[in-house]
């Protein structure tokens, strides 16, 4: 909770769902997946439905869907999402931060599984093995997501269906400025392709603690 009310005293500007992309300003696939991805952003209803398909965020490379911002310093994005429809328990979406669009590059993310288990995952420098924690989980449900970065600092949340946010982890990623800031989608499976349903999603530049630069 320290975390978390630490935070919340920092100024804020949340950047406005108006564009055709939403919060976000690209989208495309990583890592060439066989299936193309897709993004469609309805603005009536702020929801972004996210296809995606990639035989893994794994490893030393990745294939997935992306919809990102580039941004700098320190940031706070927040989501629900849901996935539709069957698939492999392994397929994963979630909020990630990234150095850059290459298959290996250093990134962190907060996911959630096909089978409804949040992991964090991050690779610390490009082409090196992707580092992970999994955690206990009771099946598939809509999940609110956060992650915070402060510096190199990252701290995630999640709560399941219409609970509170409670602080999942937190560890330590340098990934240098600008990143990568945005939302991913991966199958699992390199022939197939899934889809998730984000909605009240809100990306916040947070300003630095007094004294500090970004």
Not at 49 to 61: D, F, H, L, S, V
Not at 95 to 120: C, E, K
Not at 134 to 143: H, Q, R
Request: net charge neutral; aromatic share 8%; hydrophobic share 40%.
């Amino acid at each position: 909770m320290r975390k978390l009310l630490i935070v919340s005293l920092f100024s804020a500007s949340a950047f406005a769902q108006s564009g055709k992309l939403g919060a976000f300003t690209n989208s495309g696939d990583v890592g060439g997946p066989a299936r193309k991805g897709s993004m469609e952003f309805d603005a009536s209803k702020g929801q972004y439905r996210i296809t995606g398909a990639g035989a893994n965020i794994w490893a030393k490379e990745d294939q997935f869907q992306y919809v990102w911002r580039e941004m700098s310093g320190n940031v706070a994005v927040t989501a629900t999402m849901q996935f539709l429809g069957e698939g492999v328990d392994h397929r994963k979406a979630g909020i990630m931060l990234r150095q850059t669009l290459d298959t290996d590059s250093p990134y962190i993310d907060i996911v959630i599984h096909g089978n409804g288990m949040p992991g964090i995952q991050w690779r610390n420098t490009k082409s090196d093995i992707t580092n992970g924690v999994d955690f206990p989980f009771d099946g598939p449900a809509k999940y609110k997501l956060k992650l915070v970065r402060q510096g190199a600092a990252i701290a995630v949340w999640i709560a399941k269906d219409s609970a509170e946010l409670k602080e999942l982890g937190h560890t330590q990623v340098q990934l240098g400025n600008p990143v990568l800031v945005g939302l991913a989608v991966c199958s699992h499976k390199a022939d197939a392709s899934d889809t998730v349903i984000f909605s009240d999603v809100s990306v916040e530049q947070l300003a630095a603690p007094a004294g500090k630069k970004q």
